[in-house]
Protein backbone atom coordinates (compact mmCIF):
# COMPACT_ATOMS: atom_id res chain seq x y z
CA UNK A 1 0.00 0.00 0.00
CA UNK A 2 1.34 3.65 -0.73
CA UNK A 3 2.18 5.55 2.36
CA UNK A 4 -0.06 8.86 2.95
CA UNK A 5 -0.64 11.80 5.01
CA UNK A 6 -3.69 13.42 6.20
CA UNK A 7 -5.09 15.71 3.73
CA UNK A 8 -3.97 19.07 5.91
CA UNK A 9 -0.40 17.79 5.38
CA UNK A 10 -0.37 16.52 1.70
CA UNK A 11 -3.94 16.16 1.06
CA UNK A 12 -3.85 12.81 0.77
CA UNK A 13 -7.21 10.59 2.58
CA UNK A 14 -7.15 7.18 2.83
CA UNK A 15 -10.79 5.68 2.94
CA UNK A 16 -12.80 2.27 3.21
CA UNK A 17 -15.93 0.15 3.17
CA UNK A 18 -16.31 -2.57 4.46
CA UNK A 19 -19.53 -4.76 5.34
CA UNK A 20 -18.32 -6.31 8.53
CA UNK A 21 -21.56 -8.92 8.25
CA UNK A 22 -23.28 -7.50 11.29
CA UNK A 23 -24.90 -10.71 12.71
CA UNK A 24 -23.81 -11.61 16.11
CA UNK A 25 -22.54 -14.79 14.33
CA UNK A 26 -19.08 -15.50 16.09
CA UNK A 27 -18.36 -11.60 16.91
CA UNK A 28 -16.28 -12.30 19.91
CA UNK A 29 -13.80 -14.18 17.30
CA UNK A 30 -13.54 -12.10 14.60
CA UNK A 31 -13.81 -8.76 16.99
CA UNK A 32 -10.39 -8.54 16.91
CA UNK A 33 -10.02 -9.90 13.29
CA UNK A 34 -11.79 -6.70 12.17
CA UNK A 35 -9.32 -4.56 14.53
CA UNK A 36 -6.27 -6.14 13.06
CA UNK A 37 -7.16 -5.52 9.67
CA UNK A 38 -7.96 -1.92 10.67
CA UNK A 39 -4.77 -1.41 12.33
CA UNK A 40 -2.99 -2.45 9.05
CA UNK A 41 -4.39 -0.42 6.87
CA UNK A 42 -4.56 2.80 8.65
CA UNK A 43 -7.01 4.43 6.91
CA UNK A 44 -8.40 7.75 7.76
CA UNK A 45 -11.90 7.21 7.17
CA UNK A 46 -13.95 3.79 7.37
CA UNK A 47 -17.72 3.59 5.89
CA UNK A 48 -18.50 0.15 7.97
CA UNK A 49 -21.84 -1.80 6.56
CA UNK A 50 -24.01 -4.46 8.69
CA UNK A 51 -22.88 -1.86 11.49
CA UNK A 52 -25.65 -3.20 14.64
CA UNK A 53 -26.74 -2.45 18.07
CA UNK A 54 -25.73 -4.32 20.31
CA UNK A 55 -27.73 -7.52 20.90
CA UNK A 56 -25.90 -10.03 23.38
CA UNK A 57 -25.26 -8.93 27.35
CA UNK A 58 -21.65 -9.81 26.60
CA UNK A 59 -21.06 -6.16 24.48
CA UNK A 60 -22.35 -4.30 27.19
CA UNK A 61 -24.95 -2.01 25.37
CA UNK A 62 -22.31 -1.24 23.16
CA UNK A 63 -22.65 -1.12 19.10
CA UNK A 64 -20.36 -2.85 16.74
CA UNK A 65 -19.67 0.48 15.63
CA UNK A 66 -18.88 1.93 18.95
CA UNK A 67 -16.81 -1.35 19.73
CA UNK A 68 -14.93 -0.87 16.68
CA UNK A 69 -14.65 2.65 17.16
CA UNK A 70 -12.85 1.98 20.29
CA UNK A 71 -10.81 -0.71 19.02
CA UNK A 72 -9.27 0.90 15.96
CA UNK A 73 -8.98 4.70 17.59
CA UNK A 74 -11.07 6.07 14.82
CA UNK A 75 -14.25 8.13 16.48
CA UNK A 76 -17.40 7.10 15.69
CA UNK A 77 -18.58 10.24 13.60
CA UNK A 78 -22.50 8.92 12.26
CA UNK A 79 -24.26 5.55 12.03
CA UNK A 80 -27.86 5.12 10.93
CA UNK A 81 -29.53 3.30 13.47
CA UNK A 82 -32.41 1.58 11.66
CA UNK A 83 -34.93 -1.58 12.03
CA UNK A 84 -34.71 -4.52 10.39
CA UNK A 85 -37.72 -6.83 9.55
CA UNK A 86 -36.37 -9.00 12.99
CA UNK A 87 -38.39 -7.06 16.08
CA UNK A 88 -35.81 -5.76 18.59
CA UNK A 89 -32.67 -5.42 15.89
CA UNK A 90 -31.24 -3.17 14.33
CA UNK A 91 -28.51 -2.07 11.92
CA UNK A 92 -27.24 -0.03 9.22
CA UNK A 93 -24.10 1.94 7.79
CA UNK A 94 -21.45 3.60 9.95
CA UNK A 95 -18.64 6.25 9.27
CA UNK A 96 -15.34 5.86 11.25
CA UNK A 97 -13.64 9.13 10.48
CA UNK A 98 -9.99 10.87 12.15
CA UNK A 99 -10.23 13.12 9.21
CA UNK A 100 -13.83 14.23 10.09
CA UNK A 101 -15.89 15.30 7.25
CA UNK A 102 -17.53 19.18 7.05
CA UNK A 103 -20.51 17.34 7.15
CA UNK A 104 -22.59 14.14 6.77
CA UNK A 105 -26.43 13.46 5.18
CA UNK A 106 -28.39 10.67 4.77
CA UNK A 107 -30.73 9.35 2.31
CA UNK A 108 -33.17 6.08 2.79
CA UNK A 109 -33.47 4.53 -0.71
CA UNK A 110 -36.03 2.66 -0.20
CA UNK A 111 -38.78 1.90 2.74
CA UNK A 112 -41.27 -1.12 3.49
CA UNK A 113 -44.28 0.73 3.07
CA UNK A 114 -43.56 1.20 -0.57
CA UNK A 115 -41.77 -1.82 -0.72
CA UNK A 116 -43.26 -4.71 0.53
CA UNK A 117 -39.94 -7.31 0.76
CA UNK A 118 -36.78 -5.13 1.83
CA UNK A 119 -35.54 -8.12 2.64
CA UNK A 120 -33.56 -8.29 6.82
CA UNK A 121 -31.89 -4.56 6.12
CA UNK A 122 -33.14 -0.97 5.40
CA UNK A 123 -31.34 0.23 2.15
CA UNK A 124 -29.54 4.13 3.15
CA UNK A 125 -26.90 5.91 1.62
CA UNK A 126 -24.59 7.46 3.87
CA UNK A 127 -22.63 10.67 2.36
CA UNK A 128 -20.03 13.11 3.65
CA UNK A 129 -18.03 15.84 2.35
CA UNK A 130 -14.22 16.90 2.79
CA UNK A 131 -12.39 19.66 1.66
CA UNK A 132 -9.24 18.36 0.16
CA UNK A 133 -6.41 21.23 -0.69
CA UNK A 134 -9.78 23.46 -2.06
CA UNK A 135 -11.86 20.78 -3.92
CA UNK A 136 -14.95 19.29 -3.00
CA UNK A 137 -14.97 15.52 -2.29
CA UNK A 138 -18.07 13.57 -1.38
CA UNK A 139 -18.10 9.55 -0.78
CA UNK A 140 -21.46 8.11 -0.50
CA UNK A 141 -21.83 4.74 0.75
CA UNK A 142 -24.54 2.13 0.89
CA UNK A 143 -25.61 -1.48 1.29
CA UNK A 144 -28.51 -2.22 -1.21
CA UNK A 145 -30.98 -5.46 -1.19
CA UNK A 146 -29.89 -8.64 -2.03
CA UNK A 147 -30.09 -9.49 -5.53
CA UNK A 148 -32.74 -12.23 -5.34
CA UNK A 149 -35.40 -9.06 -3.92
CA UNK A 150 -36.00 -7.38 -7.46
CA UNK A 151 -38.47 -4.97 -6.57
CA UNK A 152 -36.29 -3.79 -3.61
CA UNK A 153 -33.56 -3.31 -5.75
CA UNK A 154 -35.21 -1.26 -8.34
CA UNK A 155 -36.80 1.05 -5.87
CA UNK A 156 -33.33 1.33 -4.22
CA UNK A 157 -30.90 1.81 -7.37
CA UNK A 158 -34.07 4.25 -8.90
CA UNK A 159 -33.56 6.45 -5.63
CA UNK A 160 -29.86 5.89 -5.60
CA UNK A 161 -29.78 7.02 -8.84
CA UNK A 162 -31.72 10.70 -8.48
CA UNK A 163 -29.52 11.28 -5.01
CA UNK A 164 -26.03 10.82 -6.78
CA UNK A 165 -27.37 13.28 -9.60
CA UNK A 166 -28.00 15.87 -7.44
CA UNK A 167 -24.24 15.50 -5.74
CA UNK A 168 -22.37 15.39 -9.06
CA UNK A 169 -23.07 19.33 -9.23
CA UNK A 170 -21.47 19.71 -6.30
CA UNK A 171 -18.35 17.88 -6.51
CA UNK A 172 -14.85 17.95 -7.89
CA UNK A 173 -15.00 14.28 -6.83
CA UNK A 174 -17.71 11.98 -6.60
CA UNK A 175 -17.07 8.27 -5.10
CA UNK A 176 -19.97 6.14 -4.65
CA UNK A 177 -18.60 2.71 -2.70
CA UNK A 178 -20.58 0.04 -0.94
CA UNK A 179 -22.00 -3.29 -1.16
CA UNK A 180 -24.29 -3.22 -3.98
CA UNK A 181 -25.25 -6.85 -4.13
CA UNK A 182 -25.06 -5.72 -7.99
CA UNK A 183 -22.39 -7.91 -10.23
CA UNK A 184 -21.09 -6.75 -12.86
CA UNK A 185 -23.42 -7.58 -15.74
CA UNK A 186 -26.21 -6.77 -14.05
CA UNK A 187 -28.41 -3.88 -15.99
CA UNK A 188 -28.81 -2.19 -12.87
CA UNK A 189 -25.48 -1.39 -12.38
CA UNK A 190 -25.23 -0.80 -15.95
CA UNK A 191 -28.04 1.98 -15.63
CA UNK A 192 -26.95 3.31 -12.63
CA UNK A 193 -23.25 3.77 -14.29
CA UNK A 194 -24.76 5.47 -17.43
CA UNK A 195 -26.97 7.76 -15.66
CA UNK A 196 -24.88 9.13 -13.62
CA UNK A 197 -21.57 8.69 -15.28
CA UNK A 198 -19.96 6.58 -13.20
CA UNK A 199 -16.71 4.79 -14.11
CA UNK A 200 -15.51 1.68 -11.80
CA UNK A 201 -12.37 1.40 -9.70
CA UNK A 202 -10.84 -0.83 -11.12
CA UNK A 203 -12.74 -1.41 -14.59
CA UNK A 204 -15.30 -3.51 -13.33
CA UNK A 205 -13.84 -6.80 -16.29
CA UNK A 206 -10.90 -6.57 -13.97
CA UNK A 207 -11.71 -5.61 -10.61
CA UNK A 208 -11.44 -8.57 -7.87
CA UNK A 209 -14.31 -10.54 -6.35
CA UNK A 210 -15.58 -9.25 -3.04
CA UNK A 211 -17.01 -12.33 -1.13
CA UNK A 212 -17.21 -14.29 0.46
CA UNK A 213 -14.05 -14.39 1.58
CA UNK A 214 -14.55 -18.54 2.78
CA UNK A 215 -17.30 -20.34 1.86
CA UNK A 216 -16.93 -22.78 4.33
CA UNK A 217 -17.19 -20.14 6.90
CA UNK A 218 -20.10 -18.45 5.46
CA UNK A 219 -21.98 -22.10 4.59
CA UNK A 220 -20.81 -22.50 9.08
CA UNK A 221 -23.06 -19.22 9.51
CA UNK A 222 -25.94 -19.99 7.45
CA UNK A 223 -26.37 -23.96 9.02
CA UNK A 224 -25.91 -22.59 12.79
CA UNK A 225 -28.17 -19.15 12.88
CA UNK A 226 -30.48 -20.00 9.56
CA UNK A 227 -29.60 -17.15 7.83
CA UNK A 228 -28.97 -17.01 4.06
CA UNK A 229 -28.73 -20.02 1.71
CA UNK A 230 -25.49 -22.41 2.04
CA UNK A 231 -23.82 -22.01 -1.59
CA UNK A 232 -21.36 -24.76 -3.30
CA UNK A 233 -18.17 -25.26 -1.56
CA UNK A 234 -16.13 -25.15 -4.70
CA UNK A 235 -18.01 -21.98 -5.98
CA UNK A 236 -15.98 -19.01 -6.50
CA UNK A 237 -16.18 -15.80 -5.08
CA UNK A 238 -17.76 -12.79 -7.40
CA UNK A 239 -17.64 -9.08 -7.09
CA UNK A 240 -20.91 -7.31 -5.40
CA UNK A 241 -19.09 -4.71 -3.58
CA UNK A 242 -17.76 -1.47 -5.92
CA UNK A 243 -16.03 1.03 -5.71
CA UNK A 244 -17.70 3.84 -8.45
CA UNK A 245 -16.31 7.53 -9.34
CA UNK A 246 -17.67 10.77 -11.16
CA UNK A 247 -14.81 13.35 -11.78
CA UNK A 248 -14.90 16.61 -12.72
CA UNK A 249 -12.23 16.90 -15.88
CA UNK A 250 -11.26 20.34 -14.73
CA UNK A 251 -10.22 19.33 -11.47
CA UNK A 252 -7.63 17.24 -10.18
CA UNK A 253 -8.58 15.12 -7.18
CA UNK A 254 -8.12 11.85 -7.90
CA UNK A 255 -8.00 8.38 -6.62
CA UNK A 256 -4.47 7.52 -6.67
CA UNK A 257 -4.05 3.74 -5.30
CA UNK A 258 -6.82 1.38 -4.81
CA UNK A 259 -7.18 -2.27 -3.50
CA UNK A 260 -8.65 -4.75 -1.34
CA UNK A 261 -8.53 -5.60 2.33
CA UNK A 262 -9.80 -8.30 5.00
CA UNK A 263 -8.31 -11.63 4.81
CA UNK A 264 -4.71 -11.06 6.16
CA UNK A 265 -6.18 -12.38 9.57
CA UNK A 266 -7.91 -15.36 10.76
CA UNK A 267 -8.70 -17.69 13.05
CA UNK A 268 -8.42 -20.81 11.56
CA UNK A 269 -11.08 -20.84 8.69
CA UNK A 270 -12.57 -17.93 10.26
CA UNK A 271 -12.20 -14.35 8.73
CA UNK A 272 -12.93 -11.01 10.16
CA UNK A 273 -15.90 -10.98 7.69
CA UNK A 274 -17.64 -12.40 5.01
CA UNK A 275 -16.32 -9.53 2.91
CA UNK A 276 -13.35 -8.07 1.50
CA UNK A 277 -13.23 -4.58 2.42
CA UNK A 278 -12.44 -1.85 -0.38
CA UNK A 279 -9.71 0.88 0.32
CA UNK A 280 -9.11 4.02 -1.70
CA UNK A 281 -6.61 6.88 -1.71
CA UNK A 282 -7.79 10.28 -2.48
CA UNK A 283 -5.02 13.28 -3.77
CA UNK A 284 -4.71 16.25 -5.61
CA UNK A 285 -2.64 14.52 -8.19
Known sequence: MTPRSAPGASGRLRIACWNIWGFSWEWPRRRPLVAAELADLKP???????????????????????QAAADSGLPLVDWIDAPTSLPGTRMGPALLAREIPAETSRSQLANRDSVADLGYHEPWLLTARWNVQGFGLIVASTHLPVSG????????????????????EDADLLILVGDLNLMPQNSLLYRLMQTVGLESVPPLDKAPATFPTCNAMFNRQAL??????????????????????????????????????????????LYASDHWGLWFDVAVA
Open 224 to 269: DDGIGKPIHPQAPPIRIDHLLIHSSPRAPLKIVANGCFGTTHRDGD
Open 44 to 66: DTVFLHEARAARRPWENGRSTPE
Open 149 to 168: LTQALEASVNRLTEVLQSLT
